[in-house]
């Protein structure tokens, strides 16, 4: 007998290999995993269940996978808007971090988390920062699903500006040091849901011997590696100045460019980069949100369609609170398909199954995660949001795929399971208190903000009365 | 029994109060914000904006909303909201404009029959109230009859209009003849007597305007009958212009000129112009829209779906430097493919942003100028609406900040535009009247509604001969 089932969907979107759509889908779920897929009179002719979850007027969808969301940065949305990256860094956001405490950190990454399950993401891979324990302290409470890291820089000045003289500034050993300790204690926690990886904060801000030891290290765990890399222009003009070349030409000439890169932002690609990152395999997460409106030229510039014409895995990220603003994944697949009809005035590039891949398998795949989720497939694990179709915004419905990526963004959620546990129900989270994370937000994060200085960053435009 | 001099007389009694605003966002003339806010309305009117102590003190009211946790804000305005295309939602995604129009839109229009388009409308009014849309411009279709009625039976706001247009065919193709075949005197007739039954109507919360479909399909009589007209109506007049790029091309190629500086060598160019897109402008038809201060919408929603090149082509973060009016609409259901004025903001701003790479542009108080002050004045209606003011209509709505994508929230005119969407809108008042309280239309059947659309449409799919082209492409079972 399976714990679940899930039957009558309008339409069960499976991403499986053949791509299947089931009209009067349904699911059945037993211990955590996916037991059954198909026709609902199919499923239901050879599954029983506990408990059976009529999805009529519903879509059923795997998880999104958000494979850039900074969890420790969540409180500092509205702190950071209309400013150029260096600012944005080094003004605001650096100190910002560097004023958090473990108890804001956790607040921080629970509020984090809640949006993302709201929106329909199952699991997420955060970058790292000086609270992983923090992440996965919320992960374990919120039953999310994630690849959580330490990250590390070992170079303290560069032309944007100075880190701050505190946690931030560590000696390539103690960068590496701790890093190793964090995927030792964490990775394969909470039941297995959560992973560690290696993660080097920018490239920039990374000495070679850090690159190819961070890399040495991912490598002895068996993990990948995250890097924020040439996110903006003025990220690789800093490149070149310090290195004389661009920063996946960089990787690849220490020798450790390899597929267990995960490479954030990549708005500023050569066509050689392409090439080293289609014989390489290297995962792309293209984060559209926090591009256009850090003004950093994603749509303008960026070479997302050639990466995926030349079959490089892209997946989507939301990144954070100040930067892309919102952690609905869905806006980023809006953001993905239609960013490049408007500046290439091309209609079919992009299409909407393009943008759905991207935010499931695609993650999967870049995430290493893929033997277990990403898709809706019997034998991987019951990660699966529904979706309430009854909304102004779905209706009518020819093709769910199109409306899904044009027409609704991720408040339609309804349902939220995770391990084939229920996370959100009806729009109600079960796991944790919604109420009193939203109630806590605005005091403690201005409470940060005047001490990290950036209070004023903040404040309104016009008069307040 | 005397009145007691001493003693205060008795706080007159109005209709509504808000109360406790979390946030009240005026967009008066001195773009106040409000803490712990409140507003007094009685009928269909503002009479009153203030500190919640004060206003309360000031008057009795019948009902009362609390609106602690929102941001209260101006009700929007949608400068361009095709009715008559919202149950095409699907059936034209991924195709040029050539393709959208001749081969998806025209066919689906040709098809669609009064009581479709009476249903299309109610699906076009539910997607803006549930995102707190208050005022529409409808650039018209050919029932804007329906839209009309729609109107009065929802409450909200509208400008609607009859498109007319007198060349049947174009670089992009003819117009089927059951779609229209009108010449330019029957068009004229038409756009006139829709004037003359709408505006106005439903107490005013109902204008009619002139409506030009397409610039390449209008000829130069046309042009200055409508101009005629309109200013004798003392209304507007809506165009699609310069929309995409072989727009340019198609009135090149036909009357020697892009578009608006054929309106200057006609003569018509006025303030009562509202031009939609307008993504393909040259430097000198912006010194013209800035001359005779014309209004713009721009759709950026409808550019991006529809690969039209405005947002990272066009010149908006110009015009709107330079003083143009630009306001921000959200076309329709197969262009733009959501009304949700919110996220039209939020791509308005960010797309500026991205494609001059610069994120100081169009800041979030920019936009939100836009989308109030300029929608306000694109609809000639900015005596009555766009902000939050003692005299003003009573449109007015609250959005709910306790959600993840609101906090924290430092300052709500940005947390709006760069984090927010439309669906945090949990209360609209139009005119005085509530439409939506917490989330529930009050005005409308919305399951019935809902329904009733997919049917429609699974219907003029078929009739259309649109099910092959709007199919999934991924196999289904």
């Known amino acids: 007998m399976a714990n679940l089932i899930i039957t009558h969907a309008d339409w069960l979107i499976t991403v499986d290999g053949n791509r299947r759509i089931f009209c009067d889908g349904a699911i059945a779920i037993d211990a955590g995993k996916i037991v059954a897929v198909g026709k609902t009179n199919a499923v239901l002719?050879?599954?029983?269940?506990?408990?059976?979850?009529?999805?009529?007027?519903?879509?059923v969808l795997p998880g999104f996978i958000n494979a850039h969301a900074h969890n420790t940065q969540q409180l500092a949305r509205g702190l950071a808007n209309d400013c150029h990256i260096h600012e944005w860094l080094y003004g605001r956001v650096y100190p910002f971090e560097d004023s958090l405490s473990s108890e804001e950190a956790l607040l921080s990454a629970q509020l984090c988390q809640l949006e993302m399950i709201k929106s329909g993401t199952t699991c997420f891979v955060d970058p790292g920062n000086h609270f992983p324990d923090e992440v996965a302290r919320a992960v374990t409470q919120s039953g999310m699903r994630c690849v959580l890291t330490r990250s590390t820089m070992d170079i303290h000045n560069n032309p944007r500006g100075d880190l701050p003289r505190t946690r931030f500034r560590e000696s390539t050993d103690e960068a590496v040091a701790r890093l190793d300790d964090v995927i030792d204690r964490l990775n394969e926690g909470a039941g297995g849901r959560i992973r560690a990886s290696a993660s080097l904060r920018n490239l920039y801000t990374a000495s070679d011997r850090l690159v190819t030891q961070v890399k040495a290290l991912a490598d002895r765990h068996k993990t990948f590696i995250q890097a924020h890399v040439a996110g903006d222009h003025s990220g690789q003009v800093a490149s070149l100045a310090r290195y004389g070349c661009r920063?996946?030409?960089?990787?690849?000439?220490?020798?450790?460019?390899?597929?267990?890169?995960?490479?954030?932002?990549?708005?500023?690609?050569?066509?050689?980069?392409?090439?080293?990152?289609?014989?390489?395999?290297?995962?792309?997460?293209?984060?559209?949100?926090?591009?256009?409106?850090?003004?950093?030229?994603?749509f303008s510039h960026?070479?997302?369609?050639?990466?995926?014409?030349?079959?490089?895995?892209?997946?989507?990220?939301?990144?954070?609170?100040?930067?892309?603003?919102?952690?609905?994944?869905?806006?980023?697949?809006?953001?993905?398909?239609?960013?490049?009809?408007?500046?290439?005035?091309?209609?079919?590039?992009?299409?909407?199954?393009?943008?759905?891949?991207?935010?499931?398998?695609?993650?999967?795949?870049?995430?290493?995660?893929?033997?277990?989720?990403?898709?809706?497939?019997?034998?991987?694990?019951?990660?699966?949001?529904?979706?309430?179709?009854?909304?102004?915004?779905?209706?009518?419905?020819?093709?769910?795929?199109?409306?899904?990526?044009?027409?609704?963004?991720?408040?339609?959620?309804?349902?939220?399971?995770?391990?084939?546990?229920?996370?959100?129900?009806?729009?109600?989270?079960?796991?944790?208190?919604?109420?009193?994370?939203?109630?806590?937000?605005?005091?403690?994060?201005?409470?940060?903000?005047?001490?990290?200085?950036?209070?004023?960053?903040?404040?309104?435009?016009?008069?307040?009365? | 029994m005397k009145s007691d001099p001493t003693k205060p007389s008795a706080p007159p009694v109005i209709d509504l109060l808000i109360v406790d605003a979390d946030w009240l966002v005026t967009m008066d003339e001195r773009r106040r914000l409000i803490r712990r806010?409140?507003?007094?309305?009685?009928?269909?009117?503002?009479?009153?904006?203030?500190?919640?102590?004060?206003?309360?003190?000031?008057?009795?009211?019948?009902?009362?909303?609390?609106?602690?946790?929102?941001?209260?804000?101006?009700?929007?305005?949608?400068?361009?909201?095709?009715?008559?295309?919202?149950?095409?939602?699907?059936?034209?995604?991924?195709?040029?404009?050539?393709?959208?129009?001749?081969?998806?839109?025209?066919?689906?229009?040709?098809?669609?029959?009064?009581?479709?388009?009476?249903?299309?409308?109610?699906?076009g009014h539910l997607d803006m109230i549930k995102n707190g849309t208050a005022t529409y411009i409808d650039p018209g279709g050919y029932y804007p009859d329906e839209t009309a009625q729609v109107t009065g039976e929802t409450g909200l706001r509208g400008i609607i209009t009859r498109s007319t247009l007198d060349i049947h065919t174009s670089t992009y193709g003819a117009i089927p003849k059951n779609l229209t075949s009108e010449d330019t005197k029957e068009a004229l007739k038409e756009g006139e007597e829709t004037v003359k039954r709408w505006h106005k109507a439903f107490g005013g919360r109902l204008r009619a305007w002139f409506g030009l479909r397409s610039m390449r399909n209008c000829s130069d009589n046309l042009?200055?009958?409508?101009?005629?007209?309109?200013?004798?109506?003392?209304?507007?007049?809506?165009?699609?212009?310069?929309?995409?790029?072989?727009?340019?091309?198609?009135?090149?190629?036909?009357?020697?000129?892009?578009?608006?500086?054929?309106?200057?060598?006609?003569?018509?160019?006025?303030?009562?112009?509202?031009?939609?897109?307008?993504?393909?402008v040259s430097p000198h038809e912006v010194h013209l829209l800035r001359q005779y201060d014309i209004k713009i919408s721009q759709c950026p929603a409808a550019s991006m779906h529809g690969?039209?090149?405005?947002?990272?082509?066009?010149?908006?973060?110009?015009?709107?430097?330079?003083?143009?009016?630009?306001?921000?609409?959200?076309?329709?259901?197969?262009?733009?493919?959501?009304?949700?004025?919110?996220?039209?903001?939020?791509?308005?701003s960010c797309t500026a942003k991205d494609q001059q790479l610069d994120p100081e542009l169009m800041p979030a108080t920019t936009i939100l100028e836009m989308a109030f002050i300029n929608g306000a004045r694109a609809a000639l209606w900015e005596d009555e609406i766009g902000s939050l003011e003692a005299g003003k209509k009573?449109?007015?709505?609250?959005?709910?900040?306790?959600?993840?994508?609101?906090?924290?929230?430092?300052?709500?005119?940005?947390?709006?535009?760069?984090?927010?969407?439309?669906?945090?809108?949990?209360?609209?008042?139009?005119?005085?009247?509530?439409?939506?309280?917490?989330?529930?239309?009050?005005?409308?059947?919305?399951?019935?509604?809902?329904?009733?659309?997919?049917?429609?449409?699974?219907?003029?799919?078929?009739?259309?001969?649109?099910?092959?082209?709007?199919?999934?492409?991924?196999?289904?079972?």
């Open chain 1, 302 to 465: 960026g070479r997302f369609p050639e990466m995926i014409e030349r079959g490089i895995c892209v997946c989507l990220g939301t990144d954070s609170g100040p930067s892309g603003n919102f952690m609905d994944l869905t806006r980023a697949m809006y953001l993905a398909a239609c960013g490049f009809k408007d500046s290439r005035m091309q209609a079919a590039i992009v299409p909407s199954e393009g943008a759905v891949e991207m935010a499931t398998v695609n993650g999967a795949r870049a995430a290493l995660w893929d033997d277990s989720i990403g898709s809706i497939e019997v034998g991987k694990k019951a990660d699966v949001c529904l979706w309430d179709l009854n909304r102004a915004e779905w209706r009518p419905i020819v093709n769910p795929t199109g409306n899904l990526v044009y027409s609704a963004d991720g408040s339609s959620v309804d349902t939220v399971i995770v391990d084939g546990n229920i996370l959100m129900e009806g729009g109600v989270i079960k796991m944790l208190d919604e109420k009193a994370l939203l109630r806590e937000a605005t005091p403690v994060a201005r409470r940060i903000a005047e001490r990290a200085g950036v209070a004023h960053h903040g404040k309104p435009a016009w008069p307040v009365e």
């Open chain 2, 223 to 280: 042009c200055r009958g409508v101009k005629e007209l309109a200013d004798q109506y003392g209304v507007g007049i809506e165009a699609h212009v310069l929309g995409s790029h072989p727009n340019i091309w198609a009135s090149i190629s036909r009357f020697g000129c892009t578009d608006v500086e054929r309106l200057d060598r006609l003569g018509v160019l006025g303030p009562n112009w509202l031009m939609v897109h307008m993504g393909w």
């Open chain 2, 394 to 477: 009573a449109d007015i709505v609250l959005f709910d900040t306790q959600k993840p994508e609101w906090q924290p929230l430092h300052d709500p005119v940005s947390t709006f535009v760069y984090s927010a969407t439309g669906a945090s809108a949990d209360t609209l008042i139009v005119d005085g009247r509530i439409i939506m309280e917490e989330r529930r239309v009050l005005t409308m059947d919305e399951e019935a509604v809902l329904k009733e659309s997919q049917a429609v449409a699974e219907s003029l799919v078929q009739r259309a001969g649109l099910e092959r082209l709007s199919a999934p492409r991924w196999p289904v079972f």
């Open chain 2, 37 to 123: 806010g409140a507003i007094a309305v009685d009928k269909d009117r503002i009479v009153a904006v203030g500190k919640t102590t004060e206003v309360e003190a000031r008057y009795s009211a019948r009902r009362t909303i609390q609106a602690k946790d929102k941001v209260v804000l101006p009700a929007l305005i949608n400068t361009h909201l095709h009715h008559t295309q919202q149950l095409a939602r699907g059936m034209a995604d991924e195709c040029e404009i050539e393709r959208w129009l001749v081969e998806r839109i025209y066919p689906y229009e040709a098809a669609m029959t009064k009581e479709e388009a009476r249903i299309s409308a109610l699906a």
């Open chain 2, 307 to 348: 690969s039209s090149g405005r947002s990272y082509h066009g010149a908006f973060t110009e015009m709107v430097q330079l003083g143009v009016c630009v306001s921000i609409g959200s076309d329709s259901g197969p262009e733009g493919n959501f009304n949700d004025m919110v996220r039209n903001m939020y791509l308005a």
């Open chain 1, 45 to 59: 002719a050879n599954q029983q269940a506990e408990r059976v979850v009529n999805a009529t007027g519903k879509m």
């Open chain 1, 247 to 298: 920063d996946v030409e960089r990787i690849y000439r220490l020798g450790v460019l390899d597929d267990r890169w995960l490479l954030v932002h990549m708005n500023w690609i050569s066509p050689r980069e392409l090439d080293l990152l289609a014989a390489s395999k290297a995962k792309v997460a293209h984060c559209p949100g926090a591009g256009v409106k850090g003004g950093w030229g994603t």
